[in-house]
Structures are given as structure tokens and as C-alpha cells.
């Protein structure tokens, strides 16, 4: 799964036949139905260039796209949110996050071993406390068309935006965020622990959001970008 994860974020236009094929090039005694039952626990399906680990409810609602040539010129602006696979030395865990559109910032994020929706309603509120955007962004999964999900930001005078089929890098900020965390923190630490997991993501989101310079952002860090204090803006 380790494995499956690393090529699907490298190509994320590999689906289930070329993962095995790229798998038993490697020496690997898999077949289709093993890969096929791996990708479903990992939420990662073909012709999708990232892992669908969110799935849509039927009788949810589902709101309009509203960002198609909508311009970013400041923080708070738009807000998105995603999950992705974490794979660790010994199982598997889920992660949520809460970005920033415009500064990168990730204002929240929380971890899961399921997919129901509470741990993403936690990464909300703890986002929530910091401020809100004009704007929300996320997929059509379950978690984020909840009634209780919508309701929090509609209350809070958020305007609610989700991706509509086929448009698969509306998300690209959260997507390049799940590539740099992995290559950067999990694939090099394998955490042995949720507790080592949490603590390790931690630092890691604090280094992410205060100290790694951004080239898209002018070699400022996030955080200089979504409060304003960037020296190279001074």
C-alpha cells in the first residue's frame, strides 16, 4: 500500500493496471484482485489523478463550483480542504487539512483511522477559531456535503463552493500540499505510532507553514504571506 501510494503520487494517472504492472516489474507476486482491494481501502481510483478517499451520498446536497476564473488577491479569501492516504510503518491513517488559497497557510488539520466525517468537522472548527474565508472549496464527499459540515459554514456566513466531475485539479494548492508532506516528512519517517504520527506532522506543518520558503510565493513562508509580514513585501 506503502508502495501503491508513492507511484500514485508520482503519476497519479497510473491506474490498477499499470500499478500491478509497475508492482510485478519489482519482483511483486500481486494480481488484479490484490490491487483492486488495496486501492479500495486506500481510496485511490483509476483515471483520477489523485486518491478518492472521499466519496458522494446520494441524498446529499451538492453546492455550485464558484472559483472558474475567480481571481485570489488576498488571505482568507478562499479556504479548501481534501484527505489523503497516510501510509505508516504498520498500518494506515488518514489526514485531513484546512489550506489557505492565496498563502498556502494550513490553518487545521486532523487525523483519522476511518473516513467518517468527525475528524474533518475537528480540522474545521480548529480552523474556524482562527478566522474565516469569504469562500469554501472542497470535493463532493460525504464528509464535506454533510448536513452538519454545510451547516457550520453556512452559519457562518461562508459561501460554500464544491468540485464539479472531471474537474480534478480545482484543488490543485491541497493536492502540491499532500506531494510535499509526503516526500518531505512521510515517506522519510515511516512513523511506528499514531502518537509518533501526530507528533512528527506537528513539527512538520509547523516547519511547512513558518519556516519553508515558498518559490510561488515570492521566497516567502506561508505564514509571512497569510499575516502580512513577509520582509521581501516590507
Known amino acids: 500500500m506503502r508502495l501503491i501510494d508513492e507511484l500514485h503520487t508520482t503519476t497519479p494517472a497510473y ?10 516489474r ?27 478517499t472521499t466519496q458522494k451520498a446520494k ?19 478562499v479556504w479548501s480542504t481534501d484527505i489523503t492516504y497516510i501510509p505508516m510503518a ?19 488539520w486532523a487525523l ?13 472548527n480548529d480552523a474556524l ?14 464528509q464535506f456535503t454533510s448536513l452538519d459540515f454545510t451547516t457550520r459554514l453556512e452559519e457562518a456566513g461562508i459561501r460554500i463552493s464544491m468540485d464539479g466531475r472531471g474537474r480534478a485539479f480545482d484543488n490543485i494548492f491541497i493536492e502540491r500540499l499532500w506531494r510535499t508532506v509526503k516526500y518531505e516528512h512521510v515517506y522519510l519517517y ?8 501526530i507528533a512528527g506532522l506537528t513539527s512538520y506543518f509547523h516547519f511547512y507553514n513558518y519556516e519553508r520558503f515558498h518559490q510561488s510565493l515570492d521566497y516567502c513562508t506561508p505564514a509571512e504571506v497569510h499575516f502580512g509580514n ?3 513585501h516590507l
Open 112 to 124: 483519522s483511522n476511518t473516513l467518517e466525517r468527525f475528524f474533518c468537522l475537528d480540522a474545521l
Open 129 to 142: 477559531d482562527q478566522g474565516q474565508p469569504e469562500i469554501f472549496n472542497s470535493d463532493q464527499g460525504s
Open 230 to 232: 513577509c520582509p521581501r
Open 190 to 197: 515511516q512513523h511506528e505510532t499514531v502518537p509518533e504520527l
Open 26 to 52: 519489482r519482483g511483486y507476486q500481486v494480481n488484479h484482485k490484490r490491487i483492486r482491494r488495496l486501492m479500495q481501502i486506500m481510496g485511490v481510483m483509476a483515471i483520477y489523478p489523485k486518491p478518492k
Open 59 to 77: 441524498n446529499h446536497k451538492i453546492y455550485p463550483y464558484l472559483l472558474k476564473n475567480y481571481a485570489i488577491r488576498r488571505p482568507n479569501q
Open 15 to 24: 491506474g490498477r493496471d499499470k500499478i500491478l504492472e509497475w508492482l510485478q
Open 90 to 108: 504498520h498500518g494506515y491513517m488518514y489526514l485531513v487539512a484546512i489550506i489557505d488559497w492565496y498563502s498556502r497557510y494550513v490553518l487545521a
